[in-house]
Nanobody, 118 residues
Framework: QEQLVDSGGGSVQAGGSLRLSCVAS????????MGWFRQAAGREREGVAS???????KYADSVKGRFTISKDIAKNTLTLQMNNLKPEDTAMYYC????????????WGQGTQVTVSS
């Protein structure tokens, strides 16, 4: 059974940092393309960052230079390091996985809430 459990969200003041983690079970993230998504209240879900390998990452323009996505293969864990957080980063964050030769993310975490106050 493929499963993702994300965690690390919380409340932080603007300018602060959080690190989100996503532990995979039932499959190896080294064989999957991974991503982080977020959905703010009243907004559609948007992609935040994606990763194939450490040398192949992509970020939404709104988070470039502030967020870093990475894979820890030994721990089978996906990470999103978020620095210089802004109130507009407030959202429910979800990790997700897809087979790299497909376009649809098929495994999703339950979500972890990030709230940034001004």
């Amino acid at each position: 059974q493929e499963q993702l459990v994300d965690s690390g969200g919380g409340s932080v003041q603007a300018g602060g940092s959080l690190r989100l983690s996503c532990v995979a079970s039932g499959f190896s993230i080294s064989r999957y393309c991974m991503g982080w998504f977020r959905q703010a209240a009243g907004r559609e879900r948007e992609g935040v960052a994606s990763i194939i390998s450490d040398h192949s990452t992509k970020y939404a323009d709104s988070v470039k230079g502030r967020f870093t996505i990475s894979k820890d293969i030994a721990k089978n864990t996906l990470t999103l390091q978020m620095n210089n957080l802004k109130p507009e980063d407030t959202a429910m964050y979800y990790c997700a996985a897809r087979l790299c030769w497909t376009r649809d993310y098929t495994v999703w975490g339950q979500g972890t809430q990030v709230t940034v106050s001004s």
